[in-house]
């Protein structure tokens, strides 16, 4: 069965109320969740599922299933599920300045992507920090980039996601940025994220609704990975959000 994915349309809603598809060692199916699984860069989300009788399942990380569509929340080690089965109802609460912290990073590597115009080859979303690995061989300047930043987030630009379908992206290649995830296919649409005069491409991540909302945030170093890598790592000013 497939689970409803609430967050790709409201990456804000923090939890809603579910039911459990099936239990299983490599975790817990419910059928419609607000948890992201990890993919694209982004780390899973974490949280709760809290039950009617009052017990808590922690979930230390969300993922996708062996099957198209299937999302798992995994608990932690020592959270017990005896008893727990297909059927209950439950309401699924992620932690949300995890989820705060993702949406900041998330929407500031677009931000990134707009003052390097070259094609990404790696990427790693946190909670403490972001990094894009760019396929380009010139040096890239620290404060400057930061100062780009600064300056995108400042100017407010609304944040927003549409659908498109395949054909669609066929014919705008120029929209598929990254070398290493590729948009998903077979689905017959595929989700393009806007920053209005900024950036446009496929991703399926979480994000905020409009650049303001990142907050203050730095690059905190750059790195030549190799002769045609630079790595990018973005981070919060003194590693506090």
């Not at 599922?49 to 569509?69: F, Q």
Request: aromatic fraction near 4%; glycine fraction near 10%.
């Amino acid at each position: 069965m497939i689970t409803e994915e609430l967050f790709r349309e409201d990456a804000r809603l923090a939890e809603c109320q579910a039911r459990i598809v099936a239990v299983a060692d490599d975790g817990i199916q419910l059928d419609r969740t607000v948890f992201y699984p990890h993919g694209g860069g982004q780390a899973g989300d974490t949280g709760v599922l809290h039950l009617p009788d009052g017990r808590r399942i922690v979930i230390e990380n969300t993922r996708k299933g062996r099957e198209a569509g299937q999302i798992l929340h995994v608990p932690a080690p020592a959270t017990a599920i005896a008893g727990i089965s297909a059927g209950l109802a439950l309401t699924a609460r992620i932690d949300w300045a995890r989820r705060q912290a993702h949406m900041r990073f998330h929407t500031a590597t677009h931000l990134l992507c707009a003052l390097v115009p070259h094609p990404v080859d790696g990427c790693s979303i946190t909670a403490a920090y972001a990094r894009l690995d760019f396929h380009m061989t010139e040096p890239l300047d620290k404060d400057e980039l930061t100062r780009g930043l600064a300056r995108l987030i400042a100017d407010s630009h609304p944040v927003r996601h549409r659908w498109i379908d395949e054909e669609e992206l066929d014919a705008n290649p120029g929209l598929v940025r990254s070398m290493s995830v590729q948009p998903p296919r077979g689905l017959g649409r595929v989700r393009v994220l806007e920053i209005d005069g900024v950036d446009r491409q496929p991703c399926g991540g979480t994000h905020v609704t409009n650049t303001a909302e990142i907050g203050p945030i730095v690059v905190a170093k750059i790195e030549k990975k190799s002769a045609r890598t630079r790595r990018v790592v973005l981070g919060f000013p003194d590693g506090c959000a």
